[in-house]
């Protein structure tokens, strides 16, 4: 039977499904879960910090006198962080609003709404970055202080030597050969600068993820630790996922994130063996974002164009103590 290779399809229909989807990592689990304090009222904001004296018992004779008197505050000192400013901008044209657009109902509340989850998720690759503290010098903008810098033995000259991270919070091993035994060193350390056993959330890279959550498993040789685990197994499932960890100082929440250890201006699916590997150890009391604005929509006016405007946030990373704090800044 003869076929015809040719047709006319000039007037054939576009089948436009009417949806519309997105995806790229948005997921802010550092913004959503870290307090809030609102009312910042400086584009520079303080917060103090302080430590007990060296014990002392000695004693003291029968009849003694005080003689001698301490200043309470010796130890006392202040850490600070500047308030930087967020900003994503959104326009859209008379044309394009005027438009039937597949799974779009508005285009101007389309624009707000993704204007508003990049800034989210630009504020937590922020707070989860290396970047150090800027004052304001133009062209140059306030920038805060990162997570990846308050965590650290070398913050800046203006933390004081007695409040800095110690090295030995820090982890850097390969998360490939990172051990059991590493990770609990960790909060040992952190242990012996609270003096007390607490809970923590560690903000965990993907390969960092892996590692904890394959602890004590066997491997396949005679020599590894292994445990056994009784599961109901009705519905055929098997849990091999670690979301909390119990250890000798610690209970620690382990949370997948992907905008640790992250560059500015970086694609956060293009994940670079840092972000696998980075994961910041957080007391949730020790930790928080102050607020000088929310997070909040302004729509300028339409010079002709079309509507635009854009989400605007101004806020800070509150650091109060970097002594309770841990990181691990290994390689993926």
């Not at 989850?117 to 133009?138: L, T, V």
Request: hydrophobic residues 35%.
């Amino acid at each position: 039977m003869a076929l015809s290779t040719t047709y006319n399809v000039a007037g054939d229909r576009e089948d436009l499904t009417d949806f519309l989807t997105i995806l790229a990592p948005e997921d802010t689990p550092k913004v959503s879960t870290f307090s809030k304090t609102k009312r910042m009222t400086n584009a520079y904001q303080e917060w103090q910090v302080d430590t007990l004296s060296a014990v002392n018992f000695g004693g003291v004779l029968e009849g003694q006198d005080v003689l001698a008197f301490s200043n309470q505050a010796v130890n006392r000192a202040r850490l600070g962080n500047y308030v930087q400013q967020f900003r994503e901008q959104w326009m859209v044209s008379r044309l394009q609003e005027a438009s039937d657009v597949a799974g779009v109902s508005s285009e101007v509340a389309n624009a707000k709404m993704k204007a508003m989850r990049e800034i989210k998720r630009d504020i937590e690759a922020c707070i989860g970055s290396d970047n150090d503290r800027q004052q304001e010098a133009p062209p140059a903008p306030y920038k805060a202080r990162a997570l990846g810098k308050w965590i650290s033995n070398t913050p800046g000259t203006d933390v004081p030597a007695a409040f800095r991270t110690p090295a030995a919070n820090i982890d850097t091993t390969a998360t490939a050969s990172l051990s059991e035994s590493a990770f609990n060193d960790v909060f040992q350390s952190i242990f012996q600068q609270v003096g007390g056993r607490r809970s923590y959330t560690l903000f965990a890279g993907p390969s960092l993820k892996r590692a904890v959550s394959k602890f004590q498993r066997q491997e396949g040789t005679t020599t590894s630790k292994s445990y056994q685990v009784t599961q109901d197994a009705t519905e055929h499932q098997i849990d091999l996922d670690v979301t909390m960890y119990v250890g000798d100082f610690h209970t620690v929440t382990i949370v997948p994130d992907l905008f640790n250890g992250i560059l500015d201006g970086a694609d956060p699916s293009t994940t670079t063996n840092q972000q696998k590997a980075r994961g910041y150890v957080i007391d949730p009391e020790l930790v928080g974002l102050g607020y000088m604005l929310g997070i909040e929509s302004n729509e300028l006016p339409d010079l002709g164009g079309g509507r635009r405007g854009f989400i605007l946030a101004a806020l800070t990373l509150m650091v109060k103590n970097p002594l309770g704090l841990g990181k691990f800044a290994g390689t993926s």
